[in-house]
């Protein structure tokens, strides 16, 4: 039977409870260290992850297998890792293990300064050593034939003679735990687990000895109904047999189901068929060891997706090059420098969210591999005052597909954190989620795309009650497309540290090609949107209702601005301004409209004949057309709009003003009402059956 010690950390920075009795240095091959870490990252000036460590003085040279870090974004990591203190900001090298497999080396030269990084390769091998002044990197896919990675002298790197020596895991998203699993340390014998830095929750550690361990090798001969998983058996942890098996279920569903099994009385490979899949899913796997003792041994949870075997038969009418209804809109999601999903096609694998719940939702957007995201249900997905983050590429979230009265997300940011995504007719309202202090975790965007993201759009998306901005584009982005969005009612004196922060849309610093088509702005002070230094945009056919500032031009930045309405503003400065004597803030300006007394344009902005930027095949509105056009066809479900959307654009076409402070001034978070139906996702014309999906929920035509 196997040993099993415990120890969860108590808070960030704080040391847990000695782990006795085992000796991790000499531990044997069925010993097996289990870590659950938050944190945004190791990475930058300063750190977030849980750490199982030791104090050491002197040379030192720790061995260890990573057998698995679980996929809860793409720089997730862990490793050994040696630090000249606990502090967040301090000097370390680590050899890091991505859940992909691919290792590599990281430090931080000194105290606060930039982290650095070299190498990357396939291994599950990790050594770390220490010889004088000098630290050694090394991975190997075969303990004992280690490749050198990185040699780092005290100039490459500054550590003290005592130095904190154990194993790292992090989320890389905070708020969220990831499960990394070690077997095979030597040289260290680790005794405390504790937090270091933010990480928003508490992570653990434990050690199992005498166990049995088993690893999924491949999985092969994968089919529209069936799959062939190869597992292998490594160690049978003292008994004398085991029954070995797959646990498989569709994401994001929630029971596992089980295939038969095979008995195994000594360590060696074996495979299992899986049938009685559904087509065109992903489904979580892993391979189980129950030993005639009465252990059991699960390997690290892994993904496949099955085929699609009518992806070559269309089964929609209408001529071959058929692409489905236009959008009620003006503007459809490729109208702007992003291409809308270029990589959805028949065999694209669909998940199905089926329960209004963070658990599912957090589970479809995560899956590392293309996926469309469709819901059997309506409600109110409550996030449990964290974010929201798809972190891997090729995600398109398709709300159209919801049943009345769709889907809002609430208590929550959603963080657009990869590239080639599409996000379209959902909402999102973040509010303060009950805090009644400022508080700088809390001082967030409703919705935002991250910092160097490409080729995303957010289409008919619905974003209010945010901290700081309700809708914004990161910095040093490419190619993103606002349309049809509903930006409104920011918390103007909510739980910001910085007082007062009602503000619409910041554009990043250095971001180009950004196209903001067709949206409303309401009932927000600032940022309509501001386009912060370097950034590339066109503004065409948007509503700005009730507003302090207007369009904010920073230095360095070319705007094509069109079409806009500019309804009701509350100050004295120009629609359209830049600070003094920037001179280096380009717009091109036509047909704008405001109600206004103040000018369309300050003398600061450079105004220039020709369009500095324009995406090929864009037509821009009217403007005598746009407020009547926006008010029709904006948010997530101009058809279905739930009461808080209706009341925002009410007020816009009223000429009201006012600003709200909380959520609970204007009726509080929503509880919307859970109905399901079944979908029959189209095998040879998804695109098609997603525009009709939109174009149900775009207009009553």
């Known amino acids: 039977m196997n040993r099993r ?34 944190g945004a990252d190791i990475w930058g000036t300063a750190d977030a992850f849980h750490y199982y460590h030791e104090q050491v003085s002197g040379d030192f040279d720790v061995v260890v297998r990573n057998t698995g870090v679980e996929d809860t974004a793409t720089w997730a990591k862990a490793g ?20 992909d497999g691919e290792a590599s080396v990281q430090y931080r030269p000194s105290v606060g300064a930039e982290t650095q990084s070299t190498g990357g390769t396939q291994a599950d091998w990790l050594r770390l050593a220490r010889d004088g002044d000098t630290v050694r990197t090394y991975h190997s896919t075969e303990n004992g034939n280690w490749t050198l990675v990185e040699e780092l002298g005290a100039s490459d790197v ?82 004398a047999s085991a029954e070995c098996y797959v646990e498989y279920r569709e994401v994001p569903t929630a029971d596992w189901e089980q295939s038969g099994s095979t008995t195994l009385t000594e360590t060696d490979t074996f495979s299992v068929d899986v049938g009685g899949l559904t087509a065109r899913r992903y489904y979580e796997f892993r391979v189980v060891a129950d030993t005639s003792d009465g252990d059991t041994a699960r390997g690290v949870t892994n ?75 309506s409600g109110t997905v409550d996030l449990g005052v964290r974010d929201l983050a798809i972190p891997f590429d090729r995600c398109y ?51 935002n795309t991250a910092d160097e993201t490409e080729n995303n759009v957010l289409d008919h998306v619905s974003a209010s009650w945010s901290v700081d901005e309700c809708l914004s584009v990161g910095y040093n982005t490419h190619n993103t497309t606002v349309a049809n969005c509903l930006v409104g009612e920011a918390l103007n004196d909510s739980v910001h540290p910085k007082g007062a922060h009602g503000y619409g849309s910041l554009i990043g610093n ?44 920073d230095p360095d930045t070319d705007a094509s601005i069109e079409g806009n309405a500019y309804l009701d503003p509350n100050t004295d400065e120009a629609n359209v301004f830049a600070e003094d004597d920037v001179e280096t803030a380009i717009a091109h ?37 746009t407020v009547d056009h926006n008010l029709a066809n904006v948010g997530a479900r101009p058809a279905d709009r739930t009461p808080t959307d209706e009341r925002i654009l009410e007020n816009v076409e009223e000429g009201i003003r006012y600003n709200i402070d909380s959520q609970a001034e204007v009726g509080g978070y929503p509880e919307l009402e859970v109905n399901t139906h079944e979908l029959d996702v189209s095998n040879g014309a998804t695109r098609v059956w997603l525009r009709s999906w939109a174009r149900e929920v775009e207009t009553t035509d």
Request: with cysteine; charged share 20%.
């Open 589 to 625: 300006l036509a047909d704008n409209y405001t109600n206004g007394d103040v000018p369309m344009v300050d003398d600061d902005v450079t105004v220039v004949d020709e369009r500095p930027l324009w995406p090929d095949g864009l037509e821009a509105m009217s403007s005598d057309d």
């Open 303 to 377: 993904v496949f997706n099955t085929t699609n075997p009518a992806a070559d038969r269309p089964d929609h009418a209408g001529p071959p090059d058929y692409a489905g209804p236009e959008s009620a809109s003006q503007f459809e999601p490729g109208d702007g420098f992003a291409e809308a999903a270029p990589w959805l096609d028949e065999e694209t694998p669909v998940v199905k969210i089926r329960e209004p719940t963070r658990a599912q939702l957090q589970k479809a957007v995560r899956v590392n591999g293309e996926r469309l995201v469709v819901f059997e249900t």
């Open 5 to 38: 010690t415990f120890i969860r950390a108590i808070g960030a920075g704080s040391i847990g409870a000695a782990i006795t009795g085992l000796s991790t240095g000499t531990a044997a091959a069925a010993t097996v260290i289990t870590m659950e870490g938050g």
């Open 510 to 553: 250095g971001a180009e090609n950004v196209a903001l088509l067709g949206n409303v702005w309401a009932f927000n002070t600032d940022r309509h949107p501001r386009l912060k230094e370097g950034t590339e945009s066109v503004v065409v056919n948007n509503v700005i209702h009730d507003f302090e500032d207007g369009t904010w031009m």
């Open 158 to 239: 500054d550590l003290g003679d005592s130095v904190y020596l154990g194993l790292a895991v992090t989320s890389h998203v905070t708020g969220t735990l990831c499960t990394a699993t070690f077997q095979d340390l030597s040289g260290v014998s680790p005794d405390t687990a504790q937090d270091v830095g933010d990480v928003q929750v508490q992570g653990s550690t434990s050690v199992e000895s005498g166990v049995p361990l088993v690893s999924s090798d491949e999985v092969t001969d994968v089919g529209d109904h069936s799959a062939t998983v190869t597992g292998e058996l490594t160690d049978l942890g003292g008994a």
């Open 80 to 99: 050994p890792m040696v630090r000249d203190s606990l502090d967040p900001a301090a000097a370390n090298v680590m050899v890091r293990r991505r859940s």
């Open 397 to 447: 979230v398709a709300g159209q597909t919801a049943p009345s009265p769709g889907v809002t997300l609430v208590k929550g940011r959603l963080n657009l954190d990869a590239n080639d995504c599409v996000v379209q007719h959902v909402r999102v309202r973040l509010g303060d989620a009950g805090f009644d202090e400022p508080n700088e975790e809390w001082a967030l965007d409703t919705v």
